[in-house]
């Protein structure tokens, strides 16, 4: 598909850092998130040395254009001041999926937190609800309590995405999330050896999915969202585990943007 010649003049006159939004004049009311997140789809193109997601109405419309990269204001630099005492945290290492893991300092919370973000050609909507979720833990650093909010929010977006990706196969009624995560094993090959955290640190998660090791992921979400008084401690390696199942259930769209869809 050729690029648009707005969208070229755009980008190779563009005042704007990478990283920024970048809407065409002509459609610069129209070009909200609610609208991104409605459009037919959208297409990948690299222009001057920049990519640029291009996204299209269902009448084949340019709605608005934008980098992929992180955008900063999901994750605002929020100071984090110096702790005298380490955060601790059980979260699967190399090797091994039983570990606790040691922060000294802020600098090093915020990026490990940082790292986890999921893939940035996946859907904006996704994306902003799964950097709240990051927000939240790396605001534990001030209190640990947060992580726990952090974690409805990150199942949350979990929910939203296999309900985007598999959700079209119900017909007749909504399915549960519980179903939905069933379907990513059972009907889109989901296994162990696709979760690279899993692979990287040993163990197992599809009994998460499938409903063989309880708590469930939909368990837990219902829990949190609930008021479990029994929600424990943090449960280690979830904000990586989501990272990894939403880019899993994303991985042809995101690979169809990225291999099929450049211009020149």
Known sequence: MPLHNGVRRALDHSPYPVGCALHLPVYERAATDRLIAAARCHHLFR???????????????????????????????????????????????????????????PAAWRAFILDLGIDPLIPRIVGAKFARAQKLYLLAWLDADLIKAGELV???????????????????????????????????????????MVTRCGGTAIGQLT????PTLAERRNGLAHGDPFDGAPVGGLLELVRDLINYAYRDYVAEARAGCFAT
């Open 47 to 105: 222009t001057a040395g920049k990519e640029c997601l291009v996204y299209f109405s269902r009448r084949g419309e340019t709605i608005a254009t934008s980098f992929p990269e992180q955008d900063p204001s999901m994750l605002p630099n929020i100071e984090l001041p110096p702790s005298d005492y380490p955060l601790l945290l059980p979260w699967p290492a190399d090797g091994n999926p039983g570990a606790i893991l040691q922060f000294d300092d």
């Open 154 to 196: 990150a199942l949350t977006a979990l929910e939203l995405a296999v309900t985007d990706r598999y959700g079209g196969h119900y017909c007749k009624r909504k399915p549960s999330f519980a179903a939905l995560l069933r379907h990513m094993v059972d009907e889109d090959g989901l296994t162990d050896g696709a979760i690279p």
């Open 211 to 214: 409903g063989e090791t309880k």
